[in-house]
């Protein structure tokens, strides 16, 4: 060998030595864990649910305020096979929904022309709240990750948030965007908890904490800090009250189980005047909710007496105006369709659907 020819390659060789060392001194994590995928044996069977005729009895009016029924329509069962479905967001332009499968590490994607079902992400780092941007794209909170996510419109991936104070996220549980492109997730810590939803961790964090993030500068500021495990959340179709779900029961039988709401500047990044919006969900409990164009809140219910198991519709006042009953614990849902009318229902191993005479708030 020349001998120039020769230094060059020593000189690589202690680099490539370098960095192997580098490299040794560093453990990292895997990208997240790869679930096996449930086959319900024998299969849910898919289509309406038992004992519907219409008007379909699972759809239970309150009041006269609830538009939770279209009248010639019953509650669906259009996909099955999952271990734990949650996080729906729907996306107009393609006409599908996503969701994720928690612990199958997965998020699955539903067309809405014929229900095919397919996988659009694995691993997905055990994502778990999905939601839509203004442009269009896909942001979802990751367990794994201990991050909040959004998806270009090329398919990259980039992070919106995954510190805070320098210490990482817990594990981001569910998010929102309003329309001036701020990012409002709930940090609660259910996927570092153990090795199923994610993957498990210690706590950075000092609180369960609601983070406001604009993108545009990466800023991220703590909204609310008194959460025990803050959960689902949402803004009302004017983006003047946010609504956030405490989950806290799951920490012991003394924590809240409820609904609140604050006034919300999401310019500032500011709430104020919060309370108690709705609280009657214990034992079981509520995890996420979505709004319709009338300012109602409708939310997950499940847990506790499979009668109750389904969704909750409230008026902006806080009244309970009508529910939906499904045969499974209801973790979250979503308004789908193009007239934003359709309901997403993810409950426990299965997605469930519905037309209804309320539409989604344009603003998710
Ligand atoms: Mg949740």
Redesign the pocket.
């Known amino acids: 060998m020349h001998r120039r020819a020769f230094l060059t390659a020593t000189a690589a060789a202690a680099a490539t030595a370098a960095t192997l060392t580098s490299a040794n001194a560093v453990t990292e994590r895997p990208n997240g864990e790869t679930g096996v995928p449930l086959t319900p044996r024998p299969p849910l069977p898919l289509g309406p649910l038992p004992g519907s005729r219409y008007p379909d009895p699972h759809i239970e009016s309150l009041d006269k305020r609830f538009k939770g029924s279209a009248g010639t329509g019953a509650v669906e069962r259009i996909a099955t096979g999952f271990r734990w479905a949650?996080?729906p967001v729907y996306f107009p332009a393609g006409r599908f929904l996503l969701f994720s499968d928690i612990p199958n590490n997965r998020i699955m994607r539903l067309s809405e022309d014929d229900n095919h079902l397919s996988v659009f992400r694995q691993p997905s780092m055990n994502s778990?709240?999905n939601t839509i941007d203004r442009e269009g794209r896909l942001v979802t909170c990751e367990h794994g990750g201990r991050r909040v996510t959004r998806t270009e419109l090329d398919g990259s991936i980039t992070i919106i948030a995954d510190k805070y104070n320098g210490k990482k996220l817990n594990a981001p549980?569910?998010v929102a965007v309003a329309a001036n492109g701020t990012i409002w997730f709930t940090d609660p810590g259910y996927g570092i908890k153990g090795d199923y939803e994610g993957l498990m961790e210690p706590f950075e964090q000092e609180k369960k904490n609601v983070f406001r993030v604009d993108p545009k500068t990466g800023d991220i500021k703590v909204v609310v800090d008194d959460f025990v495990m803050p959960?689902?959340i949402a803004f009302s179709p004017d983006e003047k009250k946010l609504y956030v779900i405490d989950t806290g029961l799951t920490e012991g039988p003394d924590n809240p189980a409820h609904i609140r709401v604050f006034d919300v500047d999401i310019d500032a990044g500011t709430v104020s005047n919060g309370k108690v919006f709705a609280d009657n969900f214990s034992p079981g409990f509520t995890?996420?909710m979505r709004c319709d164009t009338d300012g109602n809140v409708w939310c997950s219910m499940g847990w506790a007496d499979p009668k109750e198991d389904g969704v909750r519709c409230y008026a902006p006042d806080g009244t309970l105006i009508g529910k939906i009953h499904v045969p499974e614990t209801v973790?979250?849902l979503t308004f789908g369709g193009m007239r934003r009318n359709r309901l997403y229902i993810c409950g426990s191993t299965s997605l469930y659907a519905c037309y209804t005479s309320a539409r989604g708030a344009l603003k998710p």
């Open positions: 949650e996080g778990n709240g549980n569910d959960n689902g995890d996420g973790a979250n």
